[in-house]
């Protein structure tokens, strides 16, 4: 069974650019999450889907990231000026109801 | 507010000897417990969770974790470490979905 499938793995832009990150989660997984994680520190959540429906997204900068999921399955992250800040991996996950989270392999962006 | 606080930044064990991570949480009711490690450059791997029932896990690569709901906490174990073990190891915290994660621990393998 195929794992949480993230692209691109590495980006580099300069900042005030757009880039946008892309999650395909393990079949059958109706919770979908996006998470930041800054060198050395945890992952931060950004937002939270069950299905097509955002059900936790108080931690996503909104004046510039935005997110969706269409159909309820692929996820798209994106991010709108980019700013120096926003180096990070973002990280993203599936689960089921009651299950851990299996986590994508991450997109490591570089704003310079 | 649901909090993971993971004590230990960085922990050294030698190469058979053994291991415990400490991992202390916040919750406002029974929490979900989770332990994940991650490889440099590599994606979280889920080692093991609690969810009810025995408070003793067991988990995947030789680990298991306690949850102690007096002292808040879902501490993990190995009894004898491998150099593959070597690592960044976070705790979590949820239900419904919500997961929280700590700083994590990062652990050294000497020879």
């Known amino acids: 069974e195929a794992g949480v499938v993230q692209s691109p793995r590495y980006k580099i832009i300069e900042k005030k650019q757009p880039v946008a990150f892309w999650c395909n989660p393990i079949s059958g997984h109706n919770t979908l999450y996006w998470y930041r994680q800054n060198l050395g520190q945890g992952p931060e959540l950004l937002i939270r889907?069950?299905?097509?429906?955002?059900?936790?997204d108080s931690q996503l900068p909104k004046d510039r990231f935005s997110a969706e999921r269409l159909k309820g399955v692929d996820s798209t992250l994106k991010i709108q000026p980019a700013e120096l800040g926003d180096s990070a991996v973002y990280l993203c996950?599936?689960?089921?109801?009651?299950?851990?989270?299996?986590f994508g392999q991450g997109t490591r962006l570089t704003v310079v | 507010a649901q909090s993971v606080t993971q004590p230990d930044i960085h922990i050294t064990v030698s190469e058979g000897a053994s291991l415990e991570l400490r991992c202390n949480y916040s919750y406002g009711a029974t929490p979900y417990l989770f332990w994940y490690v991650q490889s440099p450059g590599q994606g979280l791997q889920l080692l093991l969770k609690y969810f009810s029932g025995d408070t003793l896990v067991q988990g995947i690569k030789g680990f298991e974790a306690e949850f102690k709901r007096s002292q808040s906490s879902f501490n993990l174990r190995k009894p004898s470490v491998h150099w593959s073990d070597a690592a960044e190891y976070f705790c979590?915290?949820?239900?419904?979905?919500?997961?929280?994660f700590g700083a994590g621990t990062r652990l050294t393998v000497k020879p």
């Open positions: 979590a915290v949820g239900a419904k979905g919500d997961m929280r």
């Open positions: 996950a599936s689960s089921l109801p009651q299950g851990g989270a299996f």
């Open positions: 889907y069950e299905n097509e429906e955002a059900v936790d």
